[in-house]
């Protein structure tokens, strides 16, 4: 699975500074998030302490609270431009590389650097985010690391598998007797989903060891807080890593056939 995404990464983007550019926003885009999280983790402990805190030091309360506010609002400031300059990275490379592709060809390249793109801060945000649980606990981020590491190898065995499916589905076409479409989309949605529900169950698990750690003392209450606002993030991106895998998977099999 790595290895196709380097490939794919390295036909896409083929010269030093289109690489740079792309890694550059991947890592904007994987970071955001986790600099939100490390924000609302203010916001939790200004409401589990700041009551009390504002009898003493309400000067120190607003402060937090003006910090908080700015700081949110550039990581969503940042969280939209990016998105938006990653369209215009994508066609200013592809413009120059326009030439010899069919329009087919052309299309399928959109489409696998939108899925490419989209998987690559998946990862990344899973890794950023393991950092941030081994932060705030060591134990249950090395649990939540362990963890992911375990549903990554699951996607990844699911993704081989529906690389050689989608493979055999453009050598066969759509002549009469063939797979029905239907039957294309339903294999590649139920591929994806059984990806999602384990990273689910992965987040179980995790939260498990939170609440444990929770009850013994060993973890903040504003820090559980963002540890569950966190795990829901941080899994919800190996579900959709699941989902983007197996449209990746897809799309490189119909762009290796024109």
């Not at 529906?162 to 029905?180: D, E, F, I, K, N």
């Amino acid at each position: 699975m790595f290895r196709d995404l380097w490939r794919t990464f390295a036909r896409l983007f083929a010269t030093p500074t289109s690489r740079a550019q792309v890694g550059g926003l991947i890592l904007v885009m994987a970071a955001v998030p986790v600099a939100e999280m490390l924000v609302i983790r203010l916001f939790s402990h200004l409401i589990v302490s700041g009551p009390d805190r504002f009898e003493t030091d309400p000067g120190g309360v607003v402060r937090d609270g003006v910090i908080f506010f700015v700081a949110f609002g550039v990581a969503r400031g940042v969280h939209h431009l990016v998105r938006f300059v990653r369209v215009r990275v994508f066609r200013r490379r592809f413009d120059q590389q326009a030439h010899g592709r069919s329009p087919a060809q052309e299309s399928w390249d959109w489409a696998l650097a939108f899925d490419l793109s989209g998987v690559l801060v998946n990862l990344v945000q899973i890794v950023a985010f393991g950092l941030l649980f081994v932060y705030l606990d060591v134990v249950t981020g090395a649990v939540a690391l362990a963890v992911s590491g375990a549903v990554l190898a699951g996607v990844a065995l699911m993704y081989s598998r529906q690389l050689g499916l989608q493979l055999g589905y453009v050598s066969m076409g759509s002549r009469p007797g063939t797979v029905a479409v239907g039957q294309r989309v339903g294999t590649r949605i139920r591929t994806a989903e059984t990806g999602a529900a384990l990273a689910s169950a992965g987040m179980v698990v995790v939260l498990v060891t939170v609440l444990w750690r929770a009850l013994d003392h060993q973890v903040a209450t504003a820090d559980a807080i963002v540890f569950f606002l966190a795990l829901r993030i941080a899994f919800g991106q190996l579900g959709a890593l699941s989902g983007g895998m197996m449209r990746f998977a897809r799309a490189s099999a119909r762009r290796g056939a024109r």
